[in-house]
């Protein structure tokens, strides 16, 4: 399960954009950011991430064989690969 910080920035007229998503292995390490602002559920991740605690986190890649997405655990020998 992965867990997403995201930093808002709000301009003068009151728009709000995000300016920054960070991955996290779980609720506990995400805490640690100072851009967390309570849990706000399981997020799915589309790239390698790597927990800043060292951890790994599960990620959807998209496999040209198949033509559909593909977990890629955080155990796989070919984690980094984004083909």
Not at 24 to 47: I, L, T, V
């Amino acid at each position: 399960m992965t867990h997403r910080v995201e930093v808002y920035e709000t301009d003068t007229a009151g728009n709000v954009d995000i300016v920054g998503a960070f991955y996290y292995c779980s609720d506990e390490c995400a805490k640690g950011h100072p851009g967390y602002s309570g849990w706000n559920g399981a997020c799915d991740a589309f790239s390698p991430v790597e927990c800043p605690c060292g951890q790994r986190v599960t990620w959807y890649r998209w496999n040209f064989e198949t033509h559909d997405q593909e977990v890629v655990l955080p155990t796989a020998a070919d984690y980094w690969e984004t083909y």
